[in-house]
């Protein structure tokens, strides 16, 4: 997650606020609140080692403060930085427990879906679906609107096949915000594979209508296209995307798949090629590049 400098004047004000409530005058508060500072600035320039150091210090001085549950996100996303995603995991718990048995004030509930959502966000990365189920679910506990709980809930209801509960979360999502582009999207994907090709095509029309700069949306149509073997419309698609992302590897891969649907496999075989180079693995590619000739 990005460390926006919006964000840590954020988390600067809300340290700050618990100091003064634990008694601001004191040497042991000025202490905390310079070494909160310090990690600010240390973020602010990227340096993820002096951060470090400075939160475990900075924790180590009253480790059962609340506000300690900002810091711990804070040292979660520099293990995330880092790569060491297991220590991130123990930091992110560590956040959680400090709050979760409290009488959560605005602010705290604030905090405490941060974590949830950062850990949960981990715990997806790792492919670890029902630990990140189980933070969304806790998540909307607290904040039953919460937008970006909602929209990963039901996309992993959607990878598990629980179409219901996936259509029940982006539909709430929407009339939360009509606009919500990830949600219309995850909702025609799901149409589509729900066997509603009517419902998913206009879905993505109007997709396309508000968002026609985005290579995704005429992706996604270009594979309803190719479903009905509509290969002229589905090759106009991709052509577009192409256009408006030529180094985005996920439209030569699809227009790969449309030229073996095409039986050009010489031409599919190329595409894979070029989405290599331009950074897919050869997981996504699958068998695409198995073809003979």
Not at 34 to 44: H, M, S
Not at 55 to 71: F, V, W, Y
Request: with cysteine.
């Amino acid at each position: 997650m990005t460390l926006e400098v919006r964000t840590l004047l954020l988390c600067l004000l809300l340290s700050l606020f618990q100091v003064g409530r634990h008694g601001g005058g004191s040497a042991h508060a000025q202490t905390y609140q310079q070494n909160v500072k310090a990690v600010i600035e240390a973020l602010a320039a990227d340096s993820l080692d002096r951060a470090e150091d400075l939160i475990q210090q900075t924790l180590q001085l009253d480790p059962g403060r609340e506000s300690n549950a900002i810091l711990y996100r804070y040292l979660g996303e520099i293990h995330q930085r880092k790569g060491k995603d297991d220590r991130a995991l123990d930091a992110y718990t560590s956040g959680i427990a400090l709050l979760r048995h409290s009488a959560v004030s605005d602010d705290q509930k604030s905090s405490l879906d941060a974590l949830y959502l950062s850990r949960a966000s981990l715990y997806l990365q790792r492919n670890d679906e029902a630990h990140a189920l189980a933070d969304y679910n806790e998540v909307l506990t607290l904040s039953p609107d919460h937008e970006e709980a909602l929209f990963f809930r039901a996309f992993i209801f959607g990878r598990q096949r629980r179409n219901k509960e996936a259509r029940a979360d982006y539909e709430r999502l929407l009339d939360i915000n009509p606009m919500h582009e990830d949600a219309r999207l995850g909702l025609a994907i799901l149409n589509s594979k729900d066997n509603r090709p009517r419902e998913a095509m206009e879905q993505l029309n109007s997709l396309i209508l508000y968002f026609p700069t985005h290579a995704r949306h005429y992706l996604a149509r270009c594979g309803l296209y190719e479903k009905r073997r509509e290969y002229e419309l589905a090759m106009q698609d991709v052509k577009k995307a192409i256009e408006l992302e030529p180094k985005n590897p996920d439209c030569y891969i699809t227009r790969a798949s449309l030229y073996l649907a095409m039986k050009k496999r010489d031409l599919a075989r190329q595409d894979c090629r070029t989405a290599i180079r331009l950074g897919a693995s050869q997981e996504q590619i699958g068998p695409l590049l198995d073809i003979k000739k």
